[in-house]
């Protein structure tokens, strides 16, 4: 699983970004870190109107949603109370927990009042690019997905869905990006995937 976070050729892409990275003296990851930063900030905290909403999965803790995904399922709910459509829970089980991401997701979708008829789960992915590919087909009526994540982790997943391809509009689940020392360490290492993954998307044009 490790090695297709990025798609088929993720050990090999991660040693080349390792190198790049050691090579430019942490430049190049310093450049996807501006990268990340810069797209985080430009992204909408709001939509007017969307076809589906598409919510990406997040381990759990113990069978339970951390802050972060709390945040996910607080903003769709927001946005589904102005617009209701289509909700997509995505996630399968991770790690040692016993339930899937988007069980809980919808468990909690469902308890605040949103339609049982809106809502549909995804159970089978374990990571973020799982996540899109497994949706696709379940979304192939819907000309464009309003992608709801933490702002740390959308430039990541519009890179993916671009790819793929799928027809994004992304939105963020804080009002604005805020930087501290504490959240410092999730940005580097959402900066190093992006890195990985850039390498990994060169690999699969040259080579594919």
Not at 5 to 14: E, I, K
Not at 137 to 144: A, G, K, Q
Not at 162 to 185: G, Q, R, Y
Request: one cysteine or more; proline letters at 4%.
């Amino acid at each position: 699983m490790f090695n297709h976070r990025v798609g088929d050729y993720g050990l090999t892409a991660l040693i080349l970004t390792l190198l790049l990275i050691m090579l430019t003296a942490g430049f190049s990851l310093l450049c996807s870190l501006v990268w990340t930063l810069v797209v985080a900030a430009r992204l909408p905290s709001w939509v007017d109107k969307a076809e589906a909403y598409v919510v990406p999965g997040k381990q759990l803790i113990n069978d339970l949603p951390d802050q972060e995904f709390m945040r996910r399922l607080e903003k769709v709910k927001q946005l589904c109370h102005q617009c209701p459509v289509a909700i997509y829970a995505l996630g399968g089980r991770t790690y040692n927990n016993t339930r899937t991401e988007a069980a809980v997701a919808g468990e909690i979708l469902l308890e605040s009042g949103v339609d049982k008829e809106a809502v549909f789960l995804e159970q089978i992915s374990r990571h973020t690019l799982e996540n899109l590919q497994c949706i696709q087909p379940m979304v192939e009526h819907c000309s464009e997905l309003t992608l709801i994540s933490n702002r740390y982790h959308l430039p990541r997943l519009i890179a993916m869905a671009n790819a793929i391809p799928l027809s994004v509009v992304a939105v963020a689940a804080e009002e604005h990006l805020a930087l501290s020392p504490d959240s410092l360490t999730r940005w580097i290492k959402e900066a190093f995937y992006n890195h990985w993954y850039g390498v990994a998307r060169v690999l699969a044009k040259v080579l594919g």
